[in-house]
């Protein structure tokens, strides 16, 4: 077997932590689906927090600046990108990660400082898409798209189906759509109103 470097290892802590949580993140373990000894884990890392900071490192950059870079790729216009950047991820198909990112945010400082810079970033750049493409309001509308994502893969990861293309080109719409008109009142409800106002 050809000797593995340091991402083999994140790679692999990744997908135990996708499937198992934070706690099936150990050396070991890591070392058996790998088909090495522990000893060759202290080449890369000083010990499993390091291996730890190296996992959230890999999702942060995975998570935003990879799939942000290819996306950039796809089209000069703001409204092909996000319906190219939806698209993609609600078709991901390793929602355990983040969801196991998440429950582990939930007891440690550290992930929930991961946590948030990948939340901040993911929502910044679809409010930044939201906006560019003509939304009425970018930042309201890319928090409850993106809610609507993790949403969606929490209940992905407990067994449940995703939401089809037609309900996610819907979300789509109703991003982009414009704000409805505030109805305008007349008669004597608006004369009561206006003499409250003087």
Known sequence: MAS???????????????AGGVDAVRVEPVAAELGVSKGSFYW????????????????????????????????????????????RSFEHTDQGFDVGVRAWAARDARARAAAGAVDAARTDYLARLLGEAGSADPDRRAAVVYRTLLGDYAMRHAGGETLGPDAIA???????????????TSGPAAAAADSADR
């Open 4 to 18: 593995l470097s340091a991402s083999d290892w994140v790679r692999a802590a990744a997908r135990r932590l996708a």
């Open 44 to 87: 890369h890392f000083t010990n499993r927090d390091a291996l730890l900071d190296a996992v959230l490192d890999h999702w942060r950059h995975a998570g935003v600046a990879d799939v942000v870079a290819q996306v950039e790729r796809v089209a000069a216009e703001p409204e092909a990108r996000l319906r190219e950047l939806l698209r």
């Open 170 to 184: 819907a979300l789509i719409d109703w991003s982009l759509a414009p704000e409805p008109s505030k109805p305008t």
